[in-house]
């Protein structure tokens, strides 16, 4: 019996941490109705989950019409849930690769004007060499150069720092792209991570439904075992009296 329940908490658990992914994901697909779409899922979630339990307690005595409905909307919210799912962590993938991408644009760009910048101090620096071209003018464009160059780093620190973060972020999808096609081009780490999202989602809500399946049938073996053991006293109460007679 234990066991039981702790199916049923696994589902609810399970359930629920699938009804908030969708939901959100929901939400992030139909952004311009944000809080409308996440009552609607949400009670759409709850729906499912009850319509799940009721038809197995009453697939045998339901009518076909009600029966095979709700069987539809259950299969139909399923697949709702698990395109919300879908879209939930295609987003958080999204949003990182969008941090990566103007990451590494700004440090381009950063890198561009290191360089230009040092041409510059080397050929200022080659000029103060030659005594018919040194000047107080061009020292003080020197030190400007070398102050430029150093704002230049600083601006870069803080980047180079978030570069490598990102880079820890992404490392584990690298190799799995590896494991996959055995190269971690972005074309391939793309597909790693949809083919990652897909068996999340494949397993996601499917077995927190199935759980709720399993849950249910374990209350009802161990209502047919009560209802087994209270028939067997009364038969045996039955007997004792016809034999006292």
């Known amino acids: 019996m234990t066991q039981t329940y702790l ?27 944000f809080w409308p779409v996440v009552f609607m899922g949400s009670s759409l979630e709850f729906a499912k989950l009850v319509s ?14 009600i029966k095979s409905y ?3 909307a259950v299969i139909v919210l ?38 230009i910048t040092e041409e510059r101090l080397n050929y200022l620096l080659a000029r103060a060499k030659d005594p018919s071209t040194a000047s107080n003018r061009l020292d003080k464009q020197i030190q400007d150069t070398q102050k430029e160059l150093n704002e230049i780093s600083k601006k870069k620190l803080p ?7 990102l880079v820890a972020e992404v490392g584990p999808i690298k190799y799995i792209s590896d494991l996959i096609f055995e190269n971690s081009s972005k074309s391939n780490i793309e597909k790693a991570v949809r083919y990652c999202i897909i068996l999340i989602v494949l397993v996601f809500d499917p077995l927190a439904v199935g759980l709720l399946l399993a849950a249910n049938h374990g209350f009802n073996y161990k209502q047919l075992v009560e209802d087994s053991k209270e028939l067997n006293k009364v038969s045996k ?9």
């Open 7 to 33: 199916t049923f908490i696994a589902a609810f658990l399970l359930s629920g941490m699938a009804a908030y992914y969708s939901v959100l994901g929901l939400a992030l697909i139909f952004a311009g109705a």
């Open 159 to 165: 980047l180079l720092k978030e570069s490598n973060k």
């Open 70 to 72: 709700l069987t539809f």
């Open 52 to 65: 799940a339990s009721w038809l197995y307690r009453n697939w045998k005595t339901a009518p076909l019409l």
């Open 237 to 245: 109460r039955g007997i004792l009296r016809m034999k006292d007679i």
């Open 78 to 115: 399923m697949l709702l849930t698990s395109m919300g799912i879908f879209g939930f962590l295609a987003k958080s993938h999204i949003d990182s690769t969008l941090d990566a991408g103007a990451n590494t644009v700004e440090l381009k760009t950063l890198n561009i004007q290191q360089k």
